[in-house]
């Protein structure tokens, strides 16, 4: 620890020339959930054989999610830093909620009835204990019959169905995605519910595993609709909540499950990037998940005081255009803009080497999604092709706001902004926080124009629904295409796997004929952790990260 401590002030200045340089228009900073017994009754025809994305320690120390050691003491409270992807509100029914913070801080307070496993695509049980289906369009499952919520109330089934008919009328939030495919749900008694959905839809259960899906408490959201969501049965429970600013939470004692190895943790969230980086120096925090780029190299250099992970994020990072926009609604116009974008050249200015480009496809999809169509040409940078577009398109010189929210994707579309006024278009670039700007396309109507930001894939294709349904909580686009509908609900209907990849490739040439978004990246994260952290489990399929084994081993 004196070794840090004594580097702490040649590296602070190091720092700040780093910071100057970033205003002056150098790199910038960067952005950034699964406890595993199988549905035995069921078996999971809607999982994946795509690959996962590789997490691993940059400079060989121990990996993130490495098991607690034998005979270690453990701090009780760790510190988390993150950018101003915030917390807005703690209630999954709100649009507001989709952000990953909100995600990580659910996973935390929240159970969900069902976990999947990433490495081997089982569910297993988690609040439900037995589950099956007939048909998969009626669903059973059975509740713990030991579980309470953080207020003191044993959950029931009724809870669940409180929960799901809560989530069903949800619009725009991440919760509806998850919930709306229901029709019915009811409790058969007081630890059995029953869930009838609109179709036979064979990737239901996987709905049940995601963040959003926890199961709330009626008489908690009744006394305070805010704060009540908060009120969970989760290994930690919400001790302070400032939004926009932090999030505590405290380990709840009276867990069902495995009881957390650390007492208390706090999600900060520091929107100045160099501040980021002295506090991880300063031992003010021991996880950061914003780290500037440039910075990086600080804390590679130290390996015996802290692990930089390589983490590969398999949700594209790219552009939404406004369907309902009379300007970004016109193809021509979206064709325009795509050719225009230097995107090497913009990724490389905000990110360095942390990032990665789809290798000759430009399909709209997660990397490591399934049935990922491999075969849809790439949209080339083409300036000359950019401006036929733009003849042809009803733009005529008005400015096109463009929105963003985290510092690395304000850097990329600067960079964009003047690729754009090279062909004649204007546009004005807007950055907020997080919970803000899904709050701008979730309006009705949608009042954004073009938006940059992270859309949600996880390895499942089934999670496309959330991106391109008329609803869904990631469709900043406001897309709407029956035919797209259509292809979706049938492909969460067929078994066979064949046959529903077909159905899923055709979803993305239809997508990458409208080009209702386009992707710019995928993040390649690096997540800063100081020396004795482990059980930290950061999955490559989505927006969330699992604190809850969490822990921080330190000498005496």
């Known amino acids: 620890m004196k070794k840090r401590k004594n580097m702490v002030a040649v590296i602070l200045g190091l720092v700040m020339c780093l910071t100057m340089l970033a205003a002056c228009g150098g790199n910038s900073g960067t952005d950034a959930g699964s406890e595993t017994p199988s549905a035995a009754t069921t078996g999971t025809p809607g999982t994946t054989d795509a690959p996962s994305a590789s997490s691993t320690p940059v400079s060989g120390q121990e990996p993130v999610d490495a098991p607690p050691p034998e005979g270690a003491r453990f701090a009780e409270h760790i510190e988390v830093i993150m950018d101003n992807n915030t917390v807005g509100t703690l209630n999954p029914m709100s649009p507001a909620s989709g952000t990953p913070s909100t995600n990580h801080t659910f996973t935390m307070i929240h159970d969900r009835l069902l976990n999947y496993s990433i490495e081997n695509g089982e569910y297993r049980p988690s609040l439900a204990t037995e589950w099956g289906t007939d048909d998969y369009q009626t669903f059973t499952f059975k509740l713990r019959e030991d579980v309470y919520f953080h207020n003191g109330d044993k959950l029931t089934a009724h809870d669940v169905v409180y929960t799901a008919n809560l989530g069903k009328e949800a619009l725009g939030s991440n919760a509806y995605t998850q919930w709306s495919v229901i029709d019915t749900a009811r409790a058969v008694e007081d630890y059995v519910v029953e869930f009838v959905t609109h179709q036979v839809f064979v990737d239901f259960y996987y709905n049940l595993c995601m963040p959003m899906s926890g199961i709330l408490n009626e008489r908690a959201i009744s006394a305070d609709p805010d704060l009540g969501a908060a009120v969970g049965t989760g290994a930690f429970k919400l001790a302070g909540f400032a939004p926009g600013d932090f999030v505590s939470v405290e380990r709840n004692d009276d867990y069902w499950g495995e009881i957390p190895i650390t007492k208390s943790l706090t999600i900060r969230f520091v929107p100045e990037v160099a501040a980021r980086t002295i506090m991880m120096l300063n031992g003010e925090a021991q996880v950061c998940m914003g780290l500037s780029a440039e910075d990086v190299f600080l804390f590679q250099r130290e390996p015996d ?82 401006k036929e577009y733009l003849a042809k398109s009803s733009y005529n010189g008005e400015v096109v706001q463009i929105a963003v929210a985290l510092f690395p994707n304000l850097k990329i579309m600067e960079v964009v ?72 609900n049938e492909a969460a209907s067929t078994f066979d796997k064949e046959e529903r990849g077909a159905l899923y490739m055709r979803v993305q040439e239809i997508v990458a004929e409208e080009r209702p978004y386009d992707t710019v990246h995928w993040l390649l994260l690096h997540p800063i952790t100081v020396k004795g952290i482990g059980g930290l489990y950061i999955p490559p399929d989505s927006h969330w990260i699992d604190y809850r084994g969490i822990f921080w081993a330190i000498d005496d």
């Open 417 to 488: 902004q003047q690729n754009l006024r090279e062909i004649g278009i204007t546009t004005e670039l807007v950055q907020m926080d997080a919970p803000s700007l899904n709050a701008l396309f979730s309006a009705e109507p949608n009042r954004s124009q073009i938006i940059m930001h992270g859309l949600q894939f996880t390895l499942v294709a089934a999670s496309a629904r959330q991106n391109f349904l008329p609803g869904g909580s990631q469709n900043r686009a406001s897309y709407n295409n029956p035919e797209v509908t259509e292809l979706l």
């Open 305 to 386: 005081n802290y692990t930089v992970t390589r983490q590969e994020i398999n949700n594209p990072q790219g552009i939404s255009f406004n369907m309902t926009d009379p300007i970004t609604g016109d193809y021509n116009f979206r064709m325009a803009v795509i050719h225009a974008m230097d995107k090497a050249a913009a990724n490389t200015a905000a990110l360095g080497e942390w990032w990665k480009m789809p290798d000759g496809d430009g399909s709209f999809w997660g990397q490591y999604t399934e049935f990922r169509n491999t075969s849809i040409p790439h949209v080339p940078y083409d300036t000359e092709l950019a």
